[in-house]
């Protein structure tokens, strides 16, 4: 079993209070702690929520320094509204796999810190989608899920093959996936589930029998693939199997794989089950889906889907736009984004700025810190905005993606902060998800973050939340 990384954080420690919540009235302030609930110790926050559904609840705390007792009477399930610090009060569980395909192994120095971490631990699955591969559970581990329920879980399948999916991870003793998630069954408890498509390794007929073997499985309500990323280290590895690039080809091909599976979970399930990433359709030139065919888009945070809520978020605002219900003051705008979206946005962007009046262009920003194959805007840092807009005479009003921030909005990849990009840039900033927000915005006339001192909201659709703290960014 892996150790788990050592929090900084005491165990327990509040973050923040609700206004207006029980805990608010009971006193209770950031910076205290909980250490127990109705007499049982609590490990994590998902301790916390189990034994605080109770009509009567009794927390023992560390407030002002000093141990004692909370007693909170409450209608059952209603939260009190206590927010932790961390999510692990134990310290994360680390990956204890050597996938050659890892993403973090080249991550270049000078990034967040918690960027290093390998997390694999199933109460941040649970928590907040974060995806693991279940080779590092215990029996206790497994007696919890089924105490507690855990559900859904996102797990990094990759192949059900059971050798394969042990190169794969580069671990000889990981258990047998599909053994496991008949145990998650048996405790029903869902999954959602991953494949990183490697060339020549898991696609084709590998690809083939782990959809198969998935769909198998009813408490496998999503199977999301996504290509194989690379950083800079895994750039100068593009020659070995598996690390190199779709081809637009390849990927019409995955996507062309997979709409025949889609077909078939459409006749067993009448819902779609499987999906490609966006990075496929984008990459071959294809057809986005239509909302109906992503059941709800479970798997939005994993690239899956995004597109298609930008172009939909586009169709309704361009009809307020034609109708008069949206006015927006003549402006010029410049929009920022990572180079696989620019070609929508900029067509997003050319029909905004012919209904509008608004002359809002788009700048696709290469990634050097990563590479050139890390395409999407999620993973721009501060530094290579400030590269490639600072030499440029920029509008008033610059927009840039929200997803490349933190979760609290505090700090891009390389720790560079909003008001730091600000004053490089001489622009104040403003971060959106959509087309509606930057015409929103620009119609306000003010931004909606980043001005004036204000930092941008927290990212409440983000599942990476433990991968920062307020203070480290």
Known sequence: MPRPRR?????????????????????????????????????????????????????????????????????????LGIEFEDDAFDGTRICNNKCFFCFLKGLPKGLRRPLYIKDDDYRLSFLHGNFVTLTNLSEDDWQRLEEQRLSPLHISVHATDLQLRRSLLGNRTAPDILEQLKRLADMNIEAHTQVVLCPGVNDGTALDRTVSDLLSHDNVVSIGVVPVGS????????????????????????????????RVAREQRDASVVFPSDEFYLTAGAQIPSTGRYDGFPQWENGIGM???????????????????LNVPPTDALLACGTLIAPTLRRLCEEASQLSGCRISVAPIENT?????????????????????????LPERVFLPRASLDYFG?????DVTPAE?????????TFVYSMSELLESIKEGAEQDGRDGRQPRPNLRSNGRSWTTPEAG
């Open 421 to 429: 990009l600000e004053a490089r840039l001489n622009r104040p900033l």
């Open 307 to 325: 597109t298609r809520t930008l172009i939909d978020d586009w169709t309704k605002t361009r009809r307020r736009l034609r109708s008069g219900r």
């Open 7 to 79: 929090s900084t954080v005491p165990a327990g420690a509040i973050r923040a209070i609700e206004p207006d919540s029980l805990a608010n009235e009971a006193g209770l302030l950031p910076g205290d702690q909980v250490l127990a609930v109705n007499g049982q110790p609590i490990r994590d926050p998902i301790d916390y929520r189990f034994q605080t559904t109770e009509q009567l609840v009794e927390l023992e705390v560390i407030h002002a320094g000093e141990a004692g007792f909370v007693d909170i009477e409450k209608p059952v399930d209603e939260p």
């Open 369 to 393: 810190l990563f590479g050139s194959r890390v395409n999407v805007s999620g993973l721009i840092p501060g530094g290579d905005f400030a590269a490639a807009l600072g030499s440029n005479d």
């Open 410 to 414: 505090n700090k891009f990849l390389d």
């Open 231 to 262: 950083s800079m280290e895994g750039e100068a590895r593009i020659g070995e199997p598996g690390m190199r690039a779709h081809s637009p080809v390849e990927a019409m091909q995955v996507v062309r794989q997979l709409r025949r599976w889609q």
